[in-house]
């Protein structure tokens, strides 16, 4: 835990790093460190594991994290340098305004999810098979996160160009990137679950003779996963508009949403209902974000 500390320090800084060079548009450069970054971790955590086993691998992150952080930085000052934008420290203060519309409810919407996961979660452990339920939605997650991997870092660019479209009032553009990131997202995430879900009985037993309950729960997590990509847009189409609080609420409903239904479903179907619960969450939300994305760029979406 205290060796993390500088992890979690240096990742911090270098994802205001990152976003900045969103910000300038760099995504040949992000995609370079990204790459180096995978290369320096794979390496130190090869090299901490060998020598140093669990503590050499969590110092060789540290590590990793703060030769991407260093590489960031002289990326950001060589861009910031062609912009004509100087990185200077004073009157910085000035921009608090920025911070409280923008920063403020974007980082409490992300710590949501966290928290709401824990909640639910210790819901679930505390009932009957607590800790085998854990196991078996922690498996599911992690397919659930694979489908989730290519629409998040295509939606990474996607904020971009939705912000792009936004802030020259070009709805038309706008509405039309939106649909073609939601069909994108839909279309990759839902073939990908097919094939997720007609091998989910031998990916369930796979992790062992007390998983293959877990087929079903799998099955859920892949539809969700299909609703989750699409309100990935709908929530990068509010923030790109500047409804960034507006965000933030969808956010708490979705939350309160499956914890609500997971206080209720936990204790007769177990880990089914937490995985129902998330489900229906999600749908709930998707309907509630797309009414209030076709509101904001005053128009019909589809």
């Known amino acids: 835990m205290q060796i993390s500390v500088g992890l979690l320090f240096f990742s911090t800084i270098n994802g205001a790093q990152i976003g900045a060079l969103s910000g300038f548009e760099a995504f040949k450069t992000i995609a370079k460190l990204n790459l180096l970054a995978g290369i320096a971790t794979f390496l130190f955590m090869i090299g901490g594991a060998y020598w140093a086993g669990v503590k050499g691998s969590v110092w060789a992150l540290v590590a990793s994290t703060a030769i991407n952080w260093g590489i960031s930085h002289l990326a950001l000052k060589k861009e910031?340098?062609?912009?004509n934008v100087p990185l200077?420290?004073?009157?910085?203060?000035?921009?608090?305004?920025?911070?409280?519309?923008?920063?403020?409810?974007?980082?409490?919407?992300?710590?949501?999810?966290?928290?709401?996961?824990?909640g639910c979660n210790s819901i679930l452990v505390r009932g009957s098979e607590g800790l085998a339920n854990i196991a078996i939605i922690s498996m599911a997650n992690h397919w659930q996160s694979l489908l989730l991997f290519l629409p998040n870092a295509v939606g990474s660019l996607g904020l971009q160009i939705f912000s792009s479209f936004a802030s020259k009032d070009d709805f038309y553009l706008l509405k039309r990137t939106i649909k073609v990131n939601v069909l994108f997202n839909f279309i990759v995430v839902s073939a990908s679950g097919m094939i997720i879900i007609l091998f989910s009985p031998i990916i369930s037993a796979s992790y062992g003779d007390s998983f293959r309950s877990g087929?079903?729960?799998?099955?859920?997590?892949?539809?969700?996963?299909?609703?989750?990509?699409?309100?990935?847009?709908?929530?990068?189409?509010?923030?790109?508009?500047?409804?960034v609080w507006l965000y933030f609420i969808t956010r708490i409903m979705h939350g309160l949403t499956a914890f609500i239904i997971t206080v209720f479903t936990v204790p007769f179907w177990g880990a089914y209902g937490l995985s129902i619960a998330f489900l229906a969450a999600s749908i709930i939300i998707v309907l509630i974000q797309f009414l209030y994305v076709a509101m904001k760029i005053k128009s019909d979406l589809f």
């Open 80 to 83: 910031a340098k062609k912009a």
């Open 88 to 118: 200077i420290v004073k009157e910085c203060l000035n921009e608090w305004k920025i911070l409280f519309s923008f920063s403020l409810p974007l980082t409490c919407s992300h710590a949501i999810s966290g928290t709401v996961a824990w």
């Open 215 to 243: 087929a079903g729960i799998l099955i859920i997590a892949c539809v969700t996963a299909a609703f989750l990509a699409v309100s990935h847009v709908f929530g990068q189409a509010l923030v790109a508009r500047g409804f």
